[in-house]
């Protein structure tokens, strides 16, 4: 019987050296020293990768010298202690077989490549240490997010992504057709005829599964949903993707004091799962991407995050005596400048801002008794801004009605969602979180682009 493959981490983690074991992986670098041929094999299963060495004695070792970087390679040999330093183990090749060989243009050398160039290789891109351990933290950051709400009694809800109610109603959706785009069918006034597209009706990709998430918590109490949402967004920042995923948990008997008790333990539990499971990626980050990463880590999930108040912020903002380059004042959005500065040089911690003016958030938002302000919460973080947007919900049907109207959109595509409140409505609070922002948070990672596998953003959807 054939050996059967292991895989790479745990050769490296072997007890002790064995004999005749079978590694496969791509190679990562070759050296030739003329006597012996040091093949480093990777197969993505940890950071560090596997010293192959290949004695010149090995049959058809002078064809395996010709070997390049980036080939699929299968090797059977002994686990053997490795004389070379920073190594337990190195694997002594009785066999080396080549899969797949890889063309001599292959663009990943041993240099060190910068990100722009390797975001126009995304398809190969995830054969670099940087971006393996990108994706296997991002991969450990979704489990954990399974995880959290798990442990928590929380239901999770495949809500839809083809949607006809713009859940943030700020007209950023992609539209989803089948309408001709050369001949498109039209009423006498110009208008396109979306009752002959197929689905009758004009739809969309969705912006956030929130509504269709609240109606599932006015029956199951406790439920989140996690996918992909849509924004047609034409803001080229390194924190917007026209794609990214979102993860967003909805709590009836809820209100939004719980509402962010619940999003600081979320981000403590997901942020502690990599630093237990994801040391040897997470020093990789720490040492090459952001030094003070796995301090500043710790100290999140070891001190309570500061809260305040729309209001309070603002004053702390003005009081600064920090010029922006948007004024802040009472009424106004805060811009990225003004969330890093409170987080960063200010309060120096992740920071809750609650009851936002209503006019800068949206109509779902449960309002105030102060008659200006709504029961929003954002979750602000140092060196990315908004992680979280979330809030309690306007649960009065008189007060939400209007709302819509004064949002202007078509009535009836809210009906559905009215509904909910027409029948047992309850209070409840939700939130929202970017997920590539935790895994920039988590990694230390400056641009959005580099912690999705497949970046879409505008004018780019290559992969
Ligand atoms: O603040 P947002 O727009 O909130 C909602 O969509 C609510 N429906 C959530 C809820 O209450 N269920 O988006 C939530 C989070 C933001 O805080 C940010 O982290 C992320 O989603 N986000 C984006 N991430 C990447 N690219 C974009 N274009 C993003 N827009 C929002
Ligand atoms: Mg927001």
Same mark, same amino acid.
């Given at each position: 019987?054939? *050996?059967?493959?292991?895989?790479?981490?745990?050769?490296?983690?072997?007890?002790?050296?064995?004999?005749?074991?079978?590694?496969?992986?791509?190679?990562?670098?070759?050296? @030739?020293?003329?006597?012996?041929?040091?093949?480093?094999?990777?197969?993505?299963?940890?950071?560090?990768?596997?010293?192959?060495?290949?004695?010149?004695?090995?049959?058809?070792?002078?064809?395996?010298? +010709?070997? *390049?970087?980036?080939?699929?390679?299968?090797?059977?040999?002994?686990?053997?202690?490795? /004389?070379?330093?920073?190594?337990?183990?190195?694997?002594?090749?009785?066999?080396?077989?080549?899969?797949?060989?890889?063309?001599?243009?292959?663009?990943?050398?041993?240099?060190?490549?910068? =990100?722009?160039?390797?975001?126009?290789?995304?398809?190969?891109?995830?054969?670099?240490?940087?971006?393996?351990?990108?994706?296997?933290?991002?991969?450990?950051?979704?489990?954990?997010?399974?995880?959290?709400?798990?442990?928590?009694? =929380?239901?999770?809800?495949?809500?839809?992504?083809?949607?006809?109610?713009?859940?943030?109603?700020?007209?950023?959706?992609?539209?989803?057709?089948?309408? @001709?785009?050369?001949?498109?069918?039209?009423? @006498?006034?110009?208008? /396109?005829?979306?009752?002959?597209?197929?689905?009758?009706?004009?739809?969309?990709?969705?912006?956030?599964?929130?509504?269709?998430?609240?109606?599932?918590?006015?029956?199951?109490?406790?439920?989140?949903?996690?996918?992909?949402? =849509?924004?047609?967004?034409?803001?080229?920042?390194?924190?917007?993707?026209?794609?990214?995923?979102?993860?967003? /948990?909805?709590?009836?008997?809820?209100?939004?004091?719980? @509402?962010?008790?619940?999003?600081?333990?979320?981000?403590?539990?997901?942020?502690?799962?990599?630093?237990?499971?994801?040391?040897?990626?997470?020093? %990789?980050?720490?040492?090459?991407?952001? +030094?003070?990463? *796995?301090?500043?880590?710790?100290?999140?999930?070891?001190?309570?995050?500061?809260?305040?108040?729309?209001?309070?912020?603002?004053?702390?903002?003005?009081?600064?005596?920090?010029?922006?380059?948007?004024?802040?004042?009472?009424?106004?959005?805060?811009?990225?400048?003004?969330?890093?500065?409170?987080?960063?040089?200010?309060?120096?911690?992740?920071?809750?801002?609650?009851?936002?003016? +209503?006019?800068?958030?949206?109509?779902?938002?449960?309002?105030?008794?102060?008659?200006?302000?709504?029961?929003?919460?954002?979750?602000?973080?140092? +060196?990315?801004?908004?992680?979280?947007?979330?809030?309690?919900?306007?649960?009065?049907?008189?007060?939400?009605?209007?709302?819509?109207?004064?949002?202007?959109? /078509?009535?009836?595509?809210?009906?559905?969602?009215?509904?909910?409140?027409? =029948?047992?409505?309850?209070?409840?609070?939700?939130?929202?979180?970017?997920?590539?922002?935790?895994?920039?948070?988590?990694?230390?990672?400056?641009?959005?682009?580099?912690?999705?596998?497949?970046?879409?953003?505008?004018?780019?959807?290559? %992969?």
């Amino acid at each position: 019987m054939q *050996t059967p493959r292991t895989k790479i981490s745990a050769l490296l983690a072997a007890p002790e050296p064995m004999g005749d074991v079978r590694a496969k992986g791509w190679a990562r670098t070759v050296r @030739d020293s003329k006597k012996v041929l040091f093949i480093e094999l990777n197969d993505g299963s940890s950071f560090g990768g596997l010293q192959v060495v290949v004695p010149a004695e090995l049959e058809g070792f002078d064809e395996l010298r +010709k070997l *390049t970087t980036g080939s699929a390679v299968e090797v059977v040999g002994d686990l053997v202690e490795s /004389p070379a330093k920073g190594q337990r183990f190195e694997l002594s090749a009785k066999s080396v077989q080549v899969i797949g060989r890889a063309d001599d243009s292959y663009p990943l050398q041993k240099k060190r490549h910068g =990100f722009d160039f390797l975001r126009s290789i995304a398809h190969l891109r995830v054969r670099t240490n940087t971006f393996g351990a990108v994706f296997r933290i991002r991969s450990r950051l979704a489990q954990a997010v399974h995880e959290f709400f798990r442990e928590r009694g =929380f239901f999770y809800v495949h809500t839809p992504i083809i949607t006809a109610s713009d859940c943030e109603g700020a007209g950023e959706m992609f539209g989803v057709t089948t309408l @001709d785009l050369a001949n498109v069918p039209r009423t @006498d006034a110009g208008a /396109p005829r979306y009752d002959e597209d197929f689905f009758g009706q004009n739809t969309f990709l969705t912006v956030s599964g929130q509504l269709n998430a609240e109606a599932f918590a006015m029956g199951l109490s406790d439920v989140y949903t996690f996918g992909p949402t =849509f924004r047609a967004e034409n803001s080229n920042t390194s924190r917007h993707a026209s794609e990214f995923w979102m993860i967003e /948990p909805e709590m009836a008997w809820a209100d939004l004091d719980d @509402d962010a008790d619940l999003a600081e333990a979320f981000v403590k539990y997901c942020l502690k799962a990599v630093l237990d499971d994801c040391a040897e990626d997470l020093a %990789f980050f720490n040492q090459r991407i952001d +030094k003070g990463l *796995t301090q500043r880590l710790e100290g999140v999930v070891g001190a309570e995050f500061a809260r305040v108040t729309y209001a309070e912020a603002v004053k702390l903002l003005e009081d600064s005596g920090q010029s922006f380059e948007y004024p802040v004042h009472f009424g106004a959005n805060l811009q990225a400048e003004h969330e890093r500065y409170l987080t960063e040089e200010l309060l120096k911690k992740p920071t809750f801002v609650f009851d936002y003016p +209503k006019e800068i958030k949206a109509f779902y938002m449960r309002r105030n008794d102060d008659g200006r302000t709504v029961a929003a919460m954002d979750l602000l973080v140092p +060196k990315i801004g908004e992680l979280i947007g979330g809030s309690q919900r306007e649960e009065r049907l008189d007060v939400l009605t209007q709302a819509i109207i004064e949002l202007g959109q /078509p009535m009836e595509h809210y009906e559905w969602y009215l509904d909910t409140r027409r =029948f047992g409505t309850a209070p409840h609070a939700g939130f929202g979180l970017g997920f590539e922002r935790l895994v920039m948070y988590a990694t230390g990672m400056e641009n959005i682009r580099d912690v999705i596998p497949f970046p879409r953003t505008p004018r780019n959807c290559r %992969f």
